[in-house]
């Protein structure tokens, strides 16, 4: 078996999971715990994607929730107990079907293993951000669609919504 011949089989055992992330020009996605920034259709689109399905997510992206998210099976990669949720190892968390969703370093651990990567550029540059989406820059994703999308009533910024997948 041929170098080529296991990264295929390795990208066919785990393309199960996808990836949906909002982030600024910079590739911020948090400052302090928190979302920097108010986009009601960007949380609109994160519901339309993720309805039904399973979410995966590190502690500190779990802990800046504001409780369990309808429709959806949540789960916290940890190697310790997190209250009034699932947890999962990374091995496990492979084996799912699903939708990674933060945070920084889940994203990071995750990006070899998604095929699928749905993100929102937030058209602004966050200042004092402290949590960053990774470049996606050579790994292997074609942009597949992109829509501009003006800011509604309850948004702060214009965005744009894409789709990768590899």
């Known amino acids: 078996m041929n170098i080529i011949h296991i990264f295929q089989l390795q990208l066919r055992c785990d393309c199960m999971l996808g990836m949906i992330v909002a982030c600024d020009r910079n590739g911020a996605i948090g400052r302090n715990g928190k979302l920097p920034w108010k986009q009601s259709t960007d949380l609109k689109h ?4 993720t309805l039904n399905s399973n979410i995966i997510m590190g502690r500190k992206t779990w802990e800046s929730l504001p409780g369990k998210l309808p429709k959806r099976r949540h789960f916290v990669l940890s190697r310790n107990n997190v209250e009034n949720v699932e947890t999962i190892s ?5 084996k799912l079907e699903g939708w990674i969703i933060g945070g920084g370093e889940i994203y990071k651990l995750f990006l070899p293993h998604v095929k699928t990567l749905h993100r929102t550029i937030i058209d602004t540059r ?9 470049d996606i820059t050579g790994m292997g994703f074609e942009l597949i669609e992109q829509k501009q999308i003006s800011a509604g009533e309850n948004d702060q910024f214009d965005m744009i919504f894409q789709q990768w997948e590899r």
């Open 46 to 49: 994160f519901k339309n994607i």
């Open 90 to 94: 990374f091995d496990d968390a492979l």
């Open 126 to 134: 966050i200042t004092g951000a402290d949590t960053f989406f990774p």
